[in-house]
């Protein structure tokens, strides 16, 4: 147990109490043996609000051989049956939508609006992997090497037990949207919350376990990053990630170390392309949405707006006139647009970014001022000007509400000044050409590319594969493609015929011959030959 904390005044506005996360943090499967707590503090009011087991290695051994147990038995269960639990669960997730949205925005001080984004993308994946999986892991017949005298066949292994390690800016969506087609798939999962989130997940384990999981399928470690990731990449047999670009280079390295494959979704400087065909009103409209969403702490964020120069001034204004009109606040409820910032860190290097840019000659359009009357680590949505290259802003991730907006002569230096990055994960691209658009996308450097929308139209196509080129990560999520990670493909190879050999008494040479002329025949009947 868990000693509660004070009564923040945040309970006060929520059906939550200091009692419903206490009774969470008991969910977290720890050793006997005594371990220090781990205080989960609010962005609303910076004051604790709960307190969770510190993990260490001895408890992630015990979580991931308990997993191995409870995955044997899961695997055999019919896929059609696993994707029956899935489906329930993702029931559960809407009938206790407001429990849920309530404990996200405790957890990470955003406004309603944006929780309710991450909330309702967990179904819509339930649903699509319960409909869609069970086909994609069926058997296949494949050619054999001799038609008529041998046939082969791939089936689809689970790879035993996944382990994730989700951060805390999306701490509802980025806990469920590996879990569920590795769930699927057969395995068993272990997830490791940020240490700043981890009460979601502990409800979202709930409700799992409520849907049908079995016990000890999907687990939750809690603890701090550079001792329970470790610990759990050397345990599990897959390993899916979000987080910061370097973090994750050394999650690969140790990954590769162990042998095991892994999904690294990282960082972004996610571009924003205006041409001068664009609905500016709408454009405006869709780069608060790309810029601000979530206080701008989302990896598919547009940091880097580049509007061709006809149309700059018109766009500007009209962005900055969207970019006023938003509010911002904390507190449980509807109140604000835009929410709060994580935590203190997370203000400083805002700050940062911005007092830097403005050292190196930037201007501001709007915002750039922390506002601690709303909220302790609250920062206006900020647009800037006449950004320096080498600033911080413009070369770095901010993760935050500040955007930089350059005019471009060209829609060939638009491409370029896009594609001028270590970054790929996620780019955007307004014109009111539908086909100039999709031509531009196919030009940009980026895992997933928008066109007429900032984020939504790419990440909710849970058939289309979703991930980043270059430092923006490896592998992809969504799609058959997230679930075909979670697998090992097995071929099993038949022959109708026995042993295929040479016959001992032919010599080598005709059968050559005859094997090389059966090869052309093959290919003038497939009409793939002249």
């Known amino acids: 147990m868990h000693a509660p904390l004070s009564h923040s005044q945040c309970f006060s506005s929520t059906a939550l109490s200091p009692a419903d996360l206490e009774s969470l943090a008991d969910r977290v499967a720890v050793p006997a043996a005594e371990t220090d707590d781990i205080v989960v503090r609010t962005p609303i009011t910076d004051e604790p609000i709960g307190s969770v087991p510190a993990g260490d290695e001895s408890t992630v051994n015990a979580t991931v051989e308990r997993a191995h147990e409870a995955q044997a038995g899961w695997e055999t269960r019919d896929p059609v049956d696993r994707a029956a639990v899935l489906e329930r669960f993702g029931d559960l997730v809407l009938e206790h939508r407001d429990r849920l949205l309530d404990l996200v925005q405790l957890e990470t001080g955003k406004s309603r609006a944006h929780a309710a984004e991450e909330l309702l993308d967990v179904p819509a994946t339930c649903t699509y992997y319960a409909r869609e999986g069970p086909a994609v892991l069926a058997d296949e017949a494949r050619d054999g090497a001799f038609s008529f005298a041998t046939d082969a066949r791939v089936t689809y292994d689970p790879v035993g037990v996944v382990g994730i390690i989700s951060p805390w800016n999306y701490p509802l969506t980025l806990s469920m949207t590996d879990a569920i087609p590795a769930l699927l798939a057969g395995n068993a999962v272990v997830c490791k919350p940020d240490e700043k989130t981890p009460f979601i997940a502990l409800a979202l384990a709930e409700l799992l376990e409520e849907a049908g999981l079995p016990d000890g399928v999907f687990s939750i470690v809690t603890g701090s ?190 491409i370029e000044a896009a594609n001028d990055s270590p970054f790929g994960l996620n780019a955007s691209v307004w014109t009111g050409d539908r086909g100039v658009g999709l031509e531009v996308a196919r030009r940009i450097d980026a895992g997933t590319v928008c066109v007429n929308d900032a984020y939504v139209a790419g990440w909710a196509a849970v058939d289309a594969p979703m991930g980043g080129v270059g430092d923006s990560g490896l592998g992809r999520r969504h799609g058959p493609e997230g679930l075909a990670r979670f697998v090992e493909s097995k071929t099993i190879a038949a022959s109708r015929v026995g042993p295929l050999r040479k016959p001992s008494r032919v010599p080598t040479d005709p059968i050559v011959r005859g094997m090389a002329g059966l090869r052309r025949l093959r290919r003038r009947l497939e009409g793939w030959l002249p």
Do not use: M, W
């Open 225 to 414: 990053g550079p001792i329970v990731g470790p610990a759990l990449i050397d345990r599990v047999d897959y390993l899916a990630f979000t987080g910061g670009t370097e973090t994750g280079r050394v999650v690969a390295e140790q990954a590769g170390h162990n042998l095991i494959d892994c999904s690294l979704e990282l960082g972004g400087k996610n571009p924003f392309i205006v041409l001068a065909d664009a609905d500016l009103e709408r454009t405006a409209r869709g780069a608060v949405q790309g810029c601000f969403t979530n206080a701008g702490q989302l990896c598919l964020a547009a940091e880097r707006v580049y509007v061709e120069a006809s149309v700059y001034d018109d766009f500007l204004e009209a962005f900055v006139g969207e970019t006023r009109k938003l509010t911002l606040g904390t507190g449980i409820g509807d109140a604000a647009d835009v929410g709060s910032l994580i935590d203190g860190d997370q203000l400083e290097r805002v700050e940062a970014h911005v007092e830097d840019a403005l050292e190196r000659g930037a201007s501001v359009l709007t915002g750039g001022r922390a506002r601690p009357e709303l909220g302790p680590f609250c920062y206006e949505p900020t647009i800037l000007t006449d950004v320096d290259p080498a600033s911080r802003a413009a070369c770095e991730e901010t993760f935050g509400p500040v955007v930089s907006v350059a005019p471009v002569d060209s829609l060939e230096d638009a």
